[in-house]
């Protein structure tokens, strides 16, 4: 009897040296672009599951600093990647992408596969309204660097706005760490699930330190790898498809780089864990706005050509507030079911479509 072997992740771990191959042949820029796209999907999967592994062992905040810094890794190295390559813009648009994939496409999709197996699912509106609560602070926190860039800075960068970035980005780390103590250690009981736990969240073999901190190493250092490949094709790649650098950041990048933590709250929200999928994909979304963007901006004063600068155009912040604002209605009863997800999803493709035919800037 043949043994048919389910689906996984792993098997794309296939387009690591299938991409290699296509950049010693010299390969088209397409071509390349998405071989190392879909070679960083397994890698991304890997240091998600690694990150759970180290903090199963440790206290609860070490935990939340370690899914802060390693469950967006691949989101940060992909974005570092192109700072350093001199792309700005796609910078800026996949912070803004990752946020509404996150909010409109991954928790939408949660809602859909728990509704189809589920009729209804209840989770914690206190929680989801902390979330949603955060996410209009780092809305709040787009608006105003572009603002001030748009009325006072229009000939370019001046010095206080560099200024007004580097504060900022200050304040938005210290909101995270308080957001940390305020979920982790003061008020823990806001957060809970109103369901009953069903044993745990990470299921299969324990892994040992050395084999998780060995893993998350050796995924970061192969994301870092794919990612240089992934940039240095991707403004061909544009304009080859007719794509700005804009729409490649807000939809491709950001997808690819949140494809492992999109897919657990999927198979969370399957498995009637739906507080977790909120947690997931809204805690996700607050760490790349508050942790993940002020580290961008920091870190581009010692790698990038330029200063990083929080000023995004008028369509990504106003898709930003969007998404915000419905995640934040859609979420607010506690309650969900499968058509909340088409919605979200819905809009999530109308914004998609709006940056793919948005013109190219010119200057």
């Known amino acids: 009897m043949i043994q048919v072997c389910k689906p996984t992740l792993n098997w794309l771990f296939v387009f690591i040296p299938v991409t290699l191959g296509l950049e010693h042949a010299q390969a088209t820029p397409t ?8 070679a960083i999907i397994p890698v991304a999967a890997l240091i998600v599951r690694a990150t759970e592994q180290v903090a199963s062992r440790t206290g609860d905040a070490v935990g939340g600093l370690l899914n802060a810094t390693f469950g967006n890794a691949p989101e940060l190295i992909i974005s570092l990647v192109a700072l350093r390559a001199g792309y700005p813009e796609m910078v800026r648009a996949s912070l803004i992408g990752s946020i509404l994939a996150n909010l409109l496409l991954a928790l939408g999709a949660s809602y859909l596969a728990g509704g189809l197996r589920y009729h209804e699912q209840n989770f914690n509106p206190v929680a989801a309204r902390a979330y949603s609560t955060m996410m209009l602070l780092a809305a709040t926190s787009m608006l105003v660097p572009s603002t001030f860039n748009r009325f006072f800075a229009t000939e370019g960068p001046i010095r206080q706005e560099y200024a007004l970035n580097i ?15 305020f979920s982790l250690k003061t008020h823990p009981d806001a957060f809970k699930s109103v369901e009953a736990e069903e044993g745990s969240c990470h299921a299969g073999q324990r892994w040992s330190v050395g084999r998780a901190a060995g893993s998350l190493v050796a995924a970061s250092l192969l994301a870092a790898w794919m990612s240089e490949i992934l940039v240095g094709a991707a403004e061909a790649t544009g304009k080859a498809l007719g794509m700005t650098q804009i729409f490649i950041g807000i939809v491709f990048l950001a997808i690819i780089g949140g494809a492992a933590e999109s897919g657990s709250a999927i198979v969370m929200a399957r498995k009637n864990k739906i507080d977790l999928s909120i947690g997931i994909a809204m805690g996700s979304s607050i760490q790349i706005a508050l942790f993940v963007a002020p580290v961008l901006v920091l870190a581009s004063y010692f790698i990038a050509p330029q200063p ?17 604002i419905l995640g934040t209605v ?34």
Do not use: C
């Open 330 to 363: 859609v979420s607010g009863d506690g309650q969900s079911n499968w058509y909340k997800g088409v919605q979200l999803i819905t809009v999530y493709a109308i914004i998609a479509l709006m940056f793919y035919l948005m013109p190219m800037p010119t200057h």
């Open 167 to 181: 504060g900022i980005a200050l304040l938005l780390l210290l909101a995270y760490g308080l957001y940390l103590l």
């Open 308 to 324: 990083l600068q929080l000023s995004f155009g008028r369509g990504e912040v106003g898709a930003l507030f969007l998404g915000v």
């Open 31 to 38: 071509v390349l672009f998405f071989s190392a796209a879909l």
